[in-house]
């Protein structure tokens, strides 16, 4: 498969953030609707993408950075729906940064795209301190993680425009209390919106289509 991988060594090539507005302001100009997707290792990141691409693409043109510690597995799956995809494996690091992603700006079709997603490593503790260009932030937290991640990481609640609860069709299984989850993401962040989603069943997932969408029609109307 013909997957542009890019390898990170130590690359310190200046302030984060500058280069952060640096992306923003090349994707602003192509009017490129850019989605920054953390979470957990296993919550769902490339499941929401794979439905959303199902979903979106033959109205949209989507792309996707893939960030990984090692591996291009997830790229695979992106590439193999024929969507292009750019892997960035940060060799131990545990985030991406505003220069990976420059990089793999430097490796998609820009003028060509109007969704991107950029899924970050799996990780609870940092990705959210690293802008990357993204307009929206997403958090995806899944059930079987239990109703209490949003006290134990509140950063990355709070630094979120949206957070999507993923595996509700695992919930009968479970001790998810939804109603305390949402109680503490709304006292961290009282203008995220939370969207309920099963990436397994597509219970919910129509709502978190249509407020995409709305995005990238706001994007190209800009
Ligand atoms: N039951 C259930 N399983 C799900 C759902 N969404 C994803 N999964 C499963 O959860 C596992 C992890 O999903 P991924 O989409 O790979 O998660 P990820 O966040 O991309 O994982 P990393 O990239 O490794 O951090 C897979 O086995 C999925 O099939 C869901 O809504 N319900
Ligand atoms: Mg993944
Ligand atoms: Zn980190």
Excluded at 21 to 35: F, G, M, S, Y
Excluded at 69 to 89: C, L, R, Y
Excluded at 172 to 185: C, M, T
Aim: aromatic share 6%.
């Amino acid at each position: 498969m013909n997957i542009k991988v890019i390898q990170v060594g130590e690359k310190i090539l200046g302030k984060n953030e500058d280069k952060a507005a640096e992306n923003k302001k090349r994707l602003d100009a192509q009017k490129i609707l850019t989605i920054n997707i953390m979470s957990s290792p296993g919550a769902g990141k490339t499941s929401l993408i794979m439905a959303t691409i199902k979903q979106l693409s033959k109205k949209y043109k989507i792309a996707v950075i893939e960030g990984d510690v090692a591996s291009s597995v997830d790229a695979e799956k992106v590439s193999a729906v024929g969507i292009p995809v750019v892997q960035i494996n940060t060799g131990g690091g545990c985030h991406l940064d505003a220069f990976m992603v420059e990089d793999g700006l430097n490796n998609l079709p820009l003028p060509n795209i109007d969704l991107l997603f950029i899924e970050n490593v799996g990780n609870l503790i940092c990705p959210n301190a690293y802008l990357l260009g993204e307009e929206v932030r997403l958090m995806i937290s899944s059930t079987p993680e239990g109703d209490d991640k949003p006290y134990k990481y509140p950063a990355m609640f709070a630094d979120s425009d949206v957070v999507i609860l993923n595996k509700t069709d695992l919930q009968p299984h479970l001790d998810f209390n939804e109603k305390a989850f949402r109680k503490v993401v709304d006292g961290l962040n009282p203008d995220v919106i939370l969207f309920p989603v099963s990436c397994k069943t597509g219970a919910g997932m129509q709502e978190w289509f249509d407020w995409l969408e709305g995005k990238i029609k706001e994007k190209k109307n800009k």
